[in-house]
C-alpha cells in the first residue's frame, strides 16, 4: 500500500505538506466519480490511482462504474471517435439506445455525494438526477474539432453541471459553465511507473520469448484505430530497410471499447509472417507493461488523435526517447528535439527513428529531458492539488472565508 508520504522523495516535503492542508478543507466532503470501464485506457489508469490517495489524504472519494452492453459501447465509441472529429455515422436509433441505456444507469445509480465526478461521454446523462449537490463533467478527449450534431447533443447535458474540465487549452470550448484545464498525470510509484530491476525486467522479456539482440521498438495502446497500429507497422518496415530491428506491440481491450479484437486480429494478420514483430493482447499487467517500456530502445505513439496520451507521459517518466504524432495532449509532453521527437506522417516517423537508433546519446538525452518535464508536470502529486482546489473553487462565492 503506498502512503502519500512515500512520494516526498520524488517530489519534495513541501508539495506533501502542501496537499495535506488543501485535503483538510475537503474532510467534510464526500466524492463520486464515475466512468464507464473499470479497467483499459486511460480513464481508468489515472482513478485507480487518484481515488485511494484521496481517500488516505482524508477526503472520502469513491467510484463507480456505469453498466451497458456491446450496442450501448458501440454508440459511446462512435461518439468516442466523432468528438475526436472522425466522420462517423451516426442516426436516430444510436441516440436512442444512448438514452435508453442511460435511463437504466440513472434509475440504479446513487448520486447522493456532495460531488459527482462524472467522466467523458458515457455516463452524461446522470446529470439528469442532479439535486443540490456539485457535479463535475471531465472530458478527457481531444474535442477541439467535434462532430457537431454529437457535440450539440452532449452539450444539452453539460451545460447543467457545475464545472467542466479539459486536459489542454485547445480542448475546451464555448460553453456556459465554467472550465477547468487540468491535465492528467501519472504515479511514479505504481507497478507500472515504479523502478525495476534488471532482473524483473528481464523475467518479463522471458515470459514473452523477446529477445533483445536488435534495437526493440514499442508501441503499448489499445487496439484501437486512432492509436494508428498499421501505421506504426509501416514505420516499422521503413526502418528495417536501413536498420535490423525489431517491433513490440501491446495492447489491451478495454470494455467500453468493442472495437478492440477486431483491431487486434486485423493487426495479427497484417504481422503474421514476420518473425520480428512481436504483438501482445496483455490484458492489463501494469508490472509487464512496466518492464516492455523499460526494456525498448525507443517509444512510439503513432496516434491519429490523442486525448492526452498517458503512454508517452509513462515513456518519458522512464527516460525512453519518444517519438510521437503531434496530435492532442501530446504536444504538452514533447517538445520537438529537445524532450522527444514529434512527426506528422509515417516517413517523419521512420525519419525520426532511425535519426535516434542511430545517435543512441541523442536518444538518451531527449530521454532525460522528458523525464524531468514530466517530474515538473505531469505526476499524481500536481493532479491531486488541482482536484482538491477544483473540488474546493465549486463552494467558491466570492468570499475567501467562504471557503
Ligand atoms: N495500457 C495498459 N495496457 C495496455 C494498453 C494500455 O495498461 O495493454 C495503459 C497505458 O499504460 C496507459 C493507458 O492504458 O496508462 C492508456 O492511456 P492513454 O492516455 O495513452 O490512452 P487511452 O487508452 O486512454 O486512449
Redesign the pocket.
Known sequence: MIKIDDYIPVVGQAVIDDLKRVSEKLKDKKIKNINSTPV????A?ILSRLVPLLNELGVLTYWDVIKGGKSFFEVTKKFHNAIHGKKEEINKKDFEIFLEVSEENISQMLVDEDIIFIHDPQPIALIKKKKDNRWIWRC?IDASNPDKKVWNFLKKFIINYDAAVFSAPAFSSPLPIRQFLIS?SIDPLSD?NRELSKEEINAVLKKYGILKDKPLITQ???F?RLKDPIGVIEVYKKVKKNIDCRLLL???T?VDDPEGMEVYNEVLEKTKHDKDIIVLN?Q?N?LE?NALQRASDIILQKSIK???????T?ALWKAKPVVASNVGGISLQITHKYSGLLCYSIDGAAFAVKQILNNPKYGEKLGQNGREHVRNNFLITRHLKEYMLLFLSLYYKGDINNI
Open positions: 483499459g485506457g486511460g480513464v489508469e478527457h492528467p507500472k503499448i495502446s489499445r484501437d501491446a495492447g489491451g478495454a496483455m492489463h501494469d507493461i490523442e486525448g492526452f496520451g498517458l503512454t508517452v509513462e
